[in-house]
């Protein structure tokens, strides 16, 4: 072969076609990009299979045979497992918008809002200087409430009503509110409401006695309070009379001792001059009243006089100088009288708690045969701690029952594990209810109503409500509402619960209707 007629080096002659080794690279390339899509597929259909579904939130929950990622929610109706798990709501929001006191800023972007424009899901807007609430009562005319807020340079004591269905508001302004006083406590009277509130004067403070009717304020005498610390005050109407309670301490300063004073509800004059009515020998603190027919009942907070004092220092140190002084714990418990109306006793006051007890807090209302129903707060650990035991009692004018602990402790009863949420550092708040049941209507029958509502509100949580018996057990568990979220309720009537929700520096009140609601396969 002639030079011209080789072919170049490192290529194939032009009548000979590619030899296989040439072939292979194209063929390898095909396979292997297959080899790949089928590894990355098998990947992604094991993770699909393996991996948690996530719930709300984000948050994981372990896989469930038969589950979707579109599988309702445990508080879904259509999740038989939902259902089981947690109980029916027994609250729904009534009537129109919360009724605003003060300045409510603008509407979060976020969850829908629960009734009195609440958030069940998140915790609640507080801002210094907000409107301050009280105690809520009821009256023929819905329901009132004793607030204060800034204003007119200062702080001005007010009077909100709400009709029973919340869809009517108005504010009644009182006075000003000088010194760092409490809202005023108030007490319906028919169709009127009373108000007192507390005010400081030269000889230390005084109580000053309104009657409300309609937008018409009708101010009473006014009543020396004395210097002691405590502002705690209660008011309460039963036929044309009128009774108001406070504590004070006595001229040696060695105890705490319950005073009382009524008035004539129509004229608002004086009718007794204040005098006590606790023991002699009772260091007592924190009086309610509440009316019953015929009469009052008197309860109140007595201590032992000689308090435990528990102390970081170590046992056997007597010396005061170099002893970590701890928080006093006394013996504390509840003492209870009824009254006429005229606010006379018509039997001396009883222990209705165990005298070795530690009552902290504690709420009435009436019960079976116009009894009272009290609901208190034991626990033996510094004051705002979480834990300590809710206690109910049923009061009758022939003698009390025995304290039953409805929850908290070792002793709770009633309340299902996947529902409670402890006790915290809440108080009890008693509400009435129902005086009697719907036709037919057997304990937690559906449609049936509660004698009396329990509601411990907590800073570290949704609001826990729970309905109780005219004898003050425990109905159902203790649980949260999701129309209630963080609200507090303040005052009841029937199935109607008024409800505050704090928003920046206003409050917003709103109603709710509570029934005993169960299951449908019940």
């Not at 030079?3 to 194939?12: D, L, V």
């Not at 004059?269 to 002699?280: G, H, M």
Request: aromatic share 4%; glycine share 14%.
């Amino acid at each position: 072969m002639e030079p011209s007629q080789r072919a170049p080096q490192g290529s194939a002659p032009a009548d000979r076609r590619p030899p296989p080794p040439e072939e292979e690279p194209e063929g390898f390339a095909w396979k292997g990009a297959l080899g790949v899509a089928l590894v990355v597929g098998a990947l992604v259909v094991w993770r699909a299979c393996s991996a948690p579904e996530s719930g709300a939130g984000g948050s994981s929950a372990p896989a469930t045979p038969g589950a979707s990622a579109a599988a309702p929610g445990a508080n879904d109706p259509a999740d038989p497992a939902g259902a089981a798990a947690l109980p029916p709501p027994r609250c729904a929001a009534a009537g129109p918008a919360p009724f605003v006191i003060g300045d409510a800023p603008p509407a979060p972007r976020g969850p829908e809002q629960g009734a009195g424009g609440g958030e069940p899901t998140g915790p609640e807007d507080l801002a210094p200087f907000a409107v301050e609430i009280g105690r809520g009562t009821t009256f023929s005319g819905g329901f009132a409430v004793g607030a204060q807020r800034e204003a007119e340079g200062g702080t001005v004591a007010m009077v909100a009503t709400l009709s029973a269905d919340g869809a009517q508001g108005k504010l009644v302004r009182l006075a000003r509110s000088r010194g760092d006083m409490d809202p005023p406590v108030v007490a319906g009277a028919g169709g009127a409401i009373l108000a007192a509130m507390l005010e400081p004067n030269a000889g230390g403070r005084a109580i000053k006695i309104a009657k409300i009717d309609g937008e018409h304020v009708t101010w009473g005498a006014e009543l020396a309070e004395g210097r002691d610390e405590s502002l705690a005050l209660d008011v309460a109407a039963s036929g044309e009379r009128a009774v108001v309670v406070w504590d004070d301490v006595t001229r040696d300063g060695k105890r705490s001792r319950i005073m009382l004073a009524s008035a004539d509800v129509g004229t608002m004059r004086s009718v007794t001059s204040p005098r006590p009515v606790s023991q002699p020998s009772t260091d007592a603190e924190t009086p309610r009243v509440i009316a019953r027919p015929g009469g009052y009942w008197l309860a109140y907070i007595a201590r032992a006089e000689e308090p435990a004092r528990r102390a970081s220092a170590k046992a056997g140190d007597d010396d005061e100088d170099t002893a970590a002084a701890g928080e006093t714990i006394t013996h504390q418990w509840i003492e209870v009288a009824p009254m006429d109306e005229t606010g006379a006793l018509t039997n001396t006051p009883r222990a209705i708690t165990p005298k070795d007890g530690h009552v902290l807090a504690y709420d009435l209302t009436l019960g079976e045969d116009d009894g009272l129903i009290l609901a208190f707060r034991d626990d033996d650990t510094p004051s705002g701690s979480s834990g300590g035991r809710i206690g109910t009692v049923l009061v009758r004018l022939g003698g009390a029952g025995e304290p039953r602990v409805i929850v908290g402790g070792d002793r709770e009863q009633d309340t299902p594990p996947e529902a409670a949420l402890g006790v915290g550092a809440g108080v009890p708040a008693l509400l009435p209810g129902s005086r009697g049941r719907a036709p037919g209507g057997q304990p937690g029958a559906a449609g049936a109503h509660a004698a009396a509502w329990l509601a411990i509100a907590n800073a570290s949580g949704p609001t826990q409500l729970a309905a109780l018996t005219a004898r003050g057990e425990l109905e159902g568990g203790l649980h949260a509402e999701p129309a209630l979220g963080r609200g507090e309720p303040i005052a009841a009537q029937a199935e109607a619960l008024l409800v505050a929700h704090p928003a920046g520096k206003a409050m917003k009140l709103g109603v709710l209707r509570c029934t005993l609601a169960t299951p449908a396969s019940k």
